[in-house]
């Protein structure tokens, strides 16, 4: 079956200006991720949304970042303002409710010039 | 603070030079610890889910296992086709769902 997907794969982006990044979870999957990874670092939470309930933000570095979720489908990752410190690949990850295998989509590689 | 290290950061070996990878962690409460492999420029590949001390689970080459303090990837008579960067991470206990995962290591194989 297909895949988490992300949009763009890669996004080149100015200093100061905004950027959506978009993830599709695996169908049937409620729970969704986000996840940054930074050149020769380890993967660092971002955010994360279960069906209804209060994302749990408590991973976004600032209030420049933010995320949204439709219902159980398509989210948004919002970085306002970007700064170059902002550079690295985006991750989006789902699971089933109440399975803790996280599946991850390709991500998509910012720079921030 | 929960903390994942992995080492060495870099492994070279040749094809069929059997070898170890290791996941050390220092956590609150683990409720699962995870190994994933990644490409470049691919997102992290699912390999295993490891739930108690004295596990162990196997794919292929690779076999994971897990203590109270560490985990070990084990790959035996690795190809060239096996050379790529392996994360580990941890999933707390307490209703965390948070993955926090170790800087990986790159390993190369060649032939």
């Known amino acids: 079956g297909a895949g988490v997907s992300q949009s763009p794969s890669n996004k080149v982006t100015e200093k100061g200006k905004d950027v959506e990044l978009r993830c599709d979870p695996i169908?049937?999957?409620?729970?969704l991720y986000w996840y940054r990874q930074r050149l020769g670092q380890g993967l660092e939470f971002l955010i994360y949304?279960?069906?209804?309930?209060?994302?749990?933000k408590s991973g976004l570095p600032s209030d420049r970042f933010s995320a949204e979720r439709t219902g159980e489908s398509v989210s948004t990752l919002t970085i306002q303002r970007t700064q170059q410190e902002d550079s690295a690949v985006y991750l989006c990850?789902?699971?089933?409710?109440?399975?803790?295998?996280?599946?991850f989509g390709p991500g998509t590689r910012l720079t921030v010039l | 603070e929960d903390q994942v290290t992995q080492s060495p950061e870099a492994l070279r070996l040749q094809e069929g030079e059997s070898s170890s990878l290791n996941c050390s962690y220092t956590?609150?409460?683990?409720?699962?610890l995870f190994w994933y492999r990644q490409d470049p420029g691919k997102g992290p590949e699912f390999l295993f889910t490891?739930?108690?001390a004295g596990e162990e689970k196997e794919k292929e080459r690779l076999k994971a296992t897990l203590t109270k303090k560490e985990s070990f990837l084990h790959i035996t008579a690795p190809k060239p086709e096996d050379s790529a960067t392996y994360l580990c991470a941890v999933l707390l206990s307490g209703g965390y769902n948070k993955l926090i995962f170790g800087a990986g290591t790159r390993l190369a194989v060649h032939p």
């Open positions: 990850a789902s699971s089933f409710a109440n399975r803790d295998t996280q599946y």
């Open positions: 490891l739930y108690s």
């Open positions: 956590v609150s409460g683990l409720r699962g």
């Open positions: 169908s049937g999957h409620t729970a």
């Open positions: 949304f279960q069906g209804n309930s209060a994302p749990d």
